[in-house]
């Protein structure tokens, strides 16, 4: 809430400031056409101030600015007594005119911006119901998370995770859905939510990973029949168990890049002793999930990430070096790693993704 206050007061600040513009412009062009007498006109100018206002104020500052611009019109041609009165009331005449228009433009960005406002809002509002924040702290774990889209408007990717209490642990999922679009949301938001209603009930991994299975299998058809690729979507996943009293964690990953350790210095692949195909594919995954389990003590770190991380480049083509940048951060508090590695990932890629990215920086604290 704070933050957002700050926001608001930098954006009124900032607004504030703008508005020293277009008065500054009336002054310079006033002041211009004064000095430079009745052989030059510089008046009409003025319209530039209304103008520059439109742009990032409402119609009400526009009126203001406008009424200045007419004011100080007014003045220097009183001031110049101007021979040829029809082009002085022509020129004041649409200054006004002009003045109206910009007010009406200004109307209707503020229209636009209100709908767009409220677009955003119900984006967000999905995504928080979609794809929950994580807690900051479940049992002896501290959560941090960070979700990006490729797309810079949208707030739903086709990427996924959760966390849900079990008895005496916490059970995770971290995801990425094939292809993108509406279609990528759909079946995030099934799998995802079949993790919520199923991480409770199911107390075997190999139960709750054959439940998802299921629901990344579903395949409703759209009104329109879907567009390429409808219904040949997969989701790779991994699916974690971190027992509360136990130094380990217990790992089914379907076809997802493997989570990393840090721990002692270094950063440890835990990869899957018998590699299985992504959710959605169920005719070809092995009847029973193999569950690996790998160490997982007090002060370690679990990072979790999509192919979104990996897969980004930066301007000459190289790929993020992700055990690098972990090993350089050198971090243990999940909260600054998953903040620093942001700032890295955007500075890497010049902010230009191409493809959703979400990341889960876990730390094991003493029982």
């Known amino acids: 809430m704070s933050a957002d206050r700050s926001g608001r007061a930098r954006s009124r600040w900032r607004?504030?400031?703008?508005?020293?513009?277009?008065?500054?412009?009336?002054?310079?062009?006033g002041a211009a056409d004064l000095v430079n007498g009745p052989q030059v006109h510089l008046g009409p100018l003025l319209?530039?101030?209304?103008?520059?206002?439109?742009?990032?104020?409402?119609?009400g500052e526009v009126a203001v600015i406008g009424l200045v611009a007419v004011t100080a019109y007014v003045i220097v041609g009183v001031s110049e007594t101007w021979r040829g009165v029809g082009e002085y009331e022509m020129q004041l005449s649409s200054l006004i005119m002009i003045m109206g228009v910009m007010m009406f433009v200004s109307t209707l960005?503020?229209?636009?911006?209100?709908?767009?406002?409220?677009?955003?809002s119900v984006a967000?509002?999905?995504?928080?119901?979609?794809?929950?924040?994580?807690?900051?702290?479940?049992?002896?774990?501290?959560i941090a998370s960070l979700y990006l889209?490729?797309?810079?408007?949208?707030?739903?990717?086709?990427?996924?995770?959760?966390?849900?209490?079990?008895?005496?642990?916490?059970?995770?999922?971290?995801?990425?859905?094939?292809?993108?679009?509406?279609?990528?949301?759909?079946?995030?938001?099934?799998?995802?939510g079949a993790f919520w209603a199923a991480a409770h009930q199911r107390s075997a991994l190999r139960d709750l990973l054959a439940f998802l299975d299921g629901a990344a299998a579903v395949d409703p058809v759209p009104a329109d029949g879907g567009g390429p690729g409808w219904g040949e979507r997969f989701v790779t996943a991994a699916v974690l168990d971190v027992p509360d009293e136990k130094p380990c964690v217990h790992v089914v990953n379907r076809g997802h890049p493997p989570p990393l350790l840090l721990a002692h210095g270094e950063v440890t692949e835990?990869?899957?002793?018998?590699?299985?195909?992504?959710?959605?594919?169920?005719?070809l995954a092995p009847e029973d999930a193999l569950v690996d389990t790998f160490p997982f003590g007090p002060g370690d770190v679990l990072?979790?990430?999509?192919?979104?991380?990996?897969?980004?480049?930066?301007?000459?083509?190289?790929?993020?070096?992700?055990?690098?940048?972990?090993?350089?951060?050198?971090?243990?508090?999940?909260?600054?790693l998953v903040e620093r590695l942001h700032a890295d990932l955007c500075a890497y890629t010049d902010e230009m993704l191409n493809d959703d990215v979400a990341i889960i920086a876990i730390k094991r604290t003493p029982a």
Request: a positive charge; proline letters at 7%.
């Open 109 to 120: 960005r503020q229209r636009h911006r209100r709908e767009l406002t409220l677009v955003r």
């Open 303 to 336: 990072f979790l990430y999509t192919d979104g991380v990996i897969e980004a480049r930066a301007a000459d083509g190289a790929f993020y070096p992700l055990q690098e940048r972990l090993r350089m951060l050198d971090e243990h508090d999940p909260g600054r």
């Open 15 to 29: 607004g504030r400031a703008l508005m020293l513009l277009p008065f500054a412009l009336v002054m310079v062009i």
């Open 47 to 59: 319209s530039v101030a209304t103008a520059t206002t439109a742009c990032f104020a409402g119609p």
């Open 270 to 283: 835990l990869i899957a002793t018998r590699p299985a195909p992504p959710l959605g594919l169920g005719d």
């Open 149 to 192: 889209t490729a797309e810079q408007e949208a707030r739903i990717g086709g990427d996924l995770y959760g966390a849900a209490r079990i008895a005496r642990g916490t059970r995770l999922i971290i995801g990425d859905v094939r292809g993108k679009g509406l279609a990528a949301v759909d079946t995030a938001a099934l799998v995802v």
């Open 124 to 142: 967000e509002t999905a995504q928080r119901v979609l794809m929950r924040p994580l807690p900051a702290r479940v049992g002896p774990l501290r």
